[in-house]
């Protein structure tokens, strides 16, 4: 089942919010400092992409309203017992949500075409996505050009390693052992000199106003320099990502060309994709 828009939307630029009213800005710091418990100044800054005075004055009025507790340096949750639980490592998430990966895994492997040059993300989605590539022989081409995989996960490149089929480009960078990833500026250095056909990657969370959002806010430039490398961006999400925010936010929703999911997804997630330009398939 697809849902479709007529108009393919273009990878923006990464927005700014300042066109945000004080009051939305304000929601979505509370929304930060509810998930992460607790935050610095310059963490929100950097997160919501504000100057450093905006976020001082926007903590003094949500802490006169009582919805965060100012702390030196920063601001803290009020109900820290109710923040969200750190992502659990890569490793220990294959089995979470297993059929639903495989399924989104598949479907988002089967858009690939001999010849073509992708790029795999990290996360167990984008790995599902990876070991269907593996089993593709119909992508070993006599043409010129042969099948590539760019990756920065350890996980993809375990995965592909052997796959004769397959020509794999391998990122340098700093390693995040929870996610088995290379990140940082050697790896956004390396994406600025690749280009991809399209991008499959997987995400913290998804949600139609806050955007695509993920978790550590080291990684968040590497993840903006890698949808910037592809004419088409597939974002790989179960529907246990959608309508959560995580801290760092990524890009807008529409940064994505394409959301493979799994039927689960509720309708409204769905309707709110494809209000703001983005295809969903359902796998």
Known sequence: MDHANSVQPRLPSPPRLSSLSSAERQDRIAEFVALNGRASVEDLATALQISIATARRDIVVLSQHGRVQRVHGGVRSRHIEATAQPELPALQREEEQREEKQRIGAR?????????????????????????????????????????????????????????????????????????????????????????????????????????????????????????????????????KFGHIAPAFVAPLNAAHIIVTDNQTSSEHIEAAVAAGVRVILA
Do not use: K
């Open 108 to 240: 988002a492997a089967a858009r690939v075409r001999p010849g073509e040059t992708i790029f795999i993300g990290s996360g167990t989605t984008a790995l599902a996505a990876a070991r269907s590539l593996r089993t593709r022989q119909d992508l070993r081409t006599h043409t010129a050009d042969p099948t590539t995989v760019i990756t920065n996960s350890l996980l993809v490149i375990n995965a592909l390693a052997d796959a004769s089929h397959i020509e794999l480009i391998v990122l340098g960078g700093q390693l995040r052992r929870s996610e088995m990833s290379l990140i940082g500026h050697t790896a956004e250095r390396a994406l600025a000199d690749l280009r991809a056909d399209r991008v499959l990657m997987g995400i913290r969370a998804v949600d139609a106003r806050a955007g695509l959002t993920n978790a550590w806010l080291p990684e968040t430039q590497t993840d903006r320099a890698i949808l910037a490398i592809a004419r088409e961006v597939v974002l790989l999400a179960d529907h246990t």
